[in-house]
Structure formats: C-alpha cells, structure tokens
T-cell receptor
Framework: GQQVMQIPQYQHVQEGEDFTTYCNSS?????IQWYKQRPGGHPVFLIQ?????EVKKQKRLTFQFGEAKKNSSLHITATQTTDVGTYFC????????????FGTGTKLQVIP | NAGVTQTPKFQVLKTGQSMTLQCAQD?????MSWYRQDPGMGLRLIHY???????DQGEVPNGYNVSRSTTEDFPLRLLSAAPSQTSVYFC???????????????FGPGTRLTVL
C-alpha cells in the first residue's frame, strides 16, 4: 500500500532558526496537503498543493511539491514559539480519490 | 456552524466490550473519514465514506465497522474492543473535488479511547 514518510521525526530549534520537514511518498500523489497539530489538539489544514513543482508561501512558511509529485517540503523561516507542534503531509495517490494517507509527522519544538 | 463534533471525548472500555464513537458534521460535506493516531505513527485511515450509503476501507479497518445513513453522521463501531485499539480517534470531513484528488479536511476534537 501507499506509504508516506517524513523526516526528521523530531526537531528542536532555537527560536529564530529555520526549520524544514521533508515528505516522501511511495506512490505519485494527486495533490498534497499540509496540516499542523498543536499538542493535545487536532490536525488543522495549512495548505494544498496540486501542480507538479508548485511552490506556495504563507508568511514565514514555504511549501513545495516535487516535480514527480512524490515528495514535498515545508520550510519555516525564523521560527517562533507559536510554531510548536507536529506537521503532517497528506495526500491521495493518483487514482486513489479520497483515500488520503498521512505522513508520519515531524514534531517541532522551539526553544525560546 | 459547529463544524465536526465527536462524542465522547474520553472512554475507557474493558477487553471484549463494544461501543460506538459518534461523529457529526454540519457543513454538508460528502466525504467523511475516521483516523486513529498512535505515538510515532501519524494518522492512519480506518474507514471513509464519499456519501450516504457509500463506505470503504482504509489502511487499518480490522475490528471496526462504519455506516453512513445520512450526510451528517458517520459513526465508528468497535465490535469487540482489544488493548491494541487504545488510541486517539479523529473524525474528519471535506468536500469531494469533482475531478478526483482530495480537499481540505476538517477534523473533530478527537476521542481518547483506552481499552483495558
């Protein structure tokens, strides 16, 4: 079945440092979504990428979808304590319609 | 709009007991899904539905049943609870894109289930 791995599993950064998490799927994805889950909370949608090679920005967050639509990345510039949480990528494989597989997640800790 | 609601918030079961986790949404979303979240394993899809009367299995369906008699409700039934089903369960919903793929999913607050 489809597998979606994320690296790193954990990341501790000093406030103000940059952070990147990488997402790799075993199959080609129709699209990719990114979610953030605060400790004790539920996943909250951040963004969706659809096109090969697409890049989107949200303030300090930059999202990229690979050319082959099998990988993606999320980069945070100058982290803040409000960025703490676990970041998940998720997406259906091509032809998988709504059967969305979530990545393993990257837990970000920001040290003030 | 209440969004996606789940009940109960917490539940403790004994091995072999059965129960139903409730999920409801008021956004008229066609798609609803159930995930379980275990430490270090992300969210794993249990079952999903693309509309009333239509359900399908996800990655980890064994031990769980679902039905979708209305657009709003998507209950998850544990037939005979086992300690391996101790987890946090999330329900989610979204619109269905007309040309396939997926859309933003809205998650409920979750149910923390412990099976002794």
């Amino acid at each position: 079945g489809q597998q979606v791995m994320q690296i790193p599993q954990y990341q501790h950064v000093q406030e103000g440092e940059d952070f990147t998490t990488y997402c790799n799927s075993s199959t080609t994805l129709s699209n990719i979504q990114w979610y953030k889950q605060r400790p004790g909370g539920h996943p909250v949608f951040l963004i969706q990428l659809v096109k090969s090679g697409e890049v989107k920005k949200q303030k300090r967050l930059t999202f990229q979808f690979g050319e082959a639509k099998k990988n993606s990345s999320l980069h945070i510039t100058a982290t803040q304590t409000t960025d703490v949480g676990t970041y998940f990528c998720a997406g259906p494989r091509v032809g998988g319609y709504q059967k969305v597989t979530f990545g393993t997640g990257t837990k970000l800790q920001v040290i003030p | 709009n209440a969004g996606v609601t789940q009940t109960p918030k917490f539940q403790v079961l004994k091995t072999g007991q059965s129960m139903t986790l409730q999920c409801a949404q008021d956004m008229n979303h066609e798609y609803m899904s159930w995930y379980r979240q275990d430490p270090g394993m992300g969210l794993r899809l249990i079952h999903y539905s693309v509309g009333a009367g239509i359900t399908d299995q996800g990655e980890v369906p064994n031990g769980y049943n679902v039905s979708r008699s209305t657009t709003e409700d998507f209950p998850l039934r544990l037939l005979s609870a086992a300690p391996s089903q101790t987890s946090v369960y999330f329900c989610a919903s979204s619109y269905v894109p007309p040309k396939g793929g997926s859309n933003e999913q809205f998650f409920g607050p979750g149910t923390r289930l412990t099976v002794l």
